[in-house]
């Protein structure tokens, strides 16, 4: 699986932002995937998940409310629409697909990662 992020930028606090990640692969539409963000001086943390057929997913507490996780599977692409960005969002962003669902939310096991897009919310 090969992933790559767009959708990046800047946007002052309140604004909006849709990312998506292009997948290319066969398994893309069997693998779990999920958002990533990594602030400067931080480590990389969970920000949403979705199960192959998006029937299940999961957000950090963080960004629950504010954002949703989709995907199709018929474009090998996965969303992240954000809304009621805060400063506290600013990270670069990565998708990610992994085996198992919940293996991908910990960091654990096999993990495929795509480039990152940097969104950036100013005050």
């Known amino acids: 699986v090969q992933l790559q992020a767009s959708g990046g930028g800047s946007v002052q606090a309140g604004g909006s932002l849709r990312l998506s990640c292009a997948a290319s692969g066969r398994t893309f539409s069997t693998y779990p995937m999920g958002w990533f963000r990594q602030a400067p001086g931080k480590e990389r943390q969970f920000v949403a998940a979705i199960n192959w057929s998006g029937s299940t997913v999961d957000y950090a507490d963080s960004v629950k409310g504010r954002v949703t996780i989709s995907r199709d599977n018929a474009k090998n692409t996965l969303y992240l629409q954000m809304n009621g960005l805060k400063p506290e969002d600013t990270a670069v962003y990565y998708c990610?697909?992994?085996?198992?669902?919940?293996?991908?939310?910990?960091?654990?096991?096999?993990?495929?990662w795509g480039k990152g897009t940097l969104v950036t919310v100013s005050s």
């Open positions: 990610a697909a992994g085996p198992w669902y919940r293996d991908l939310i910990k960091l654990n096991g096999m993990i495929y």
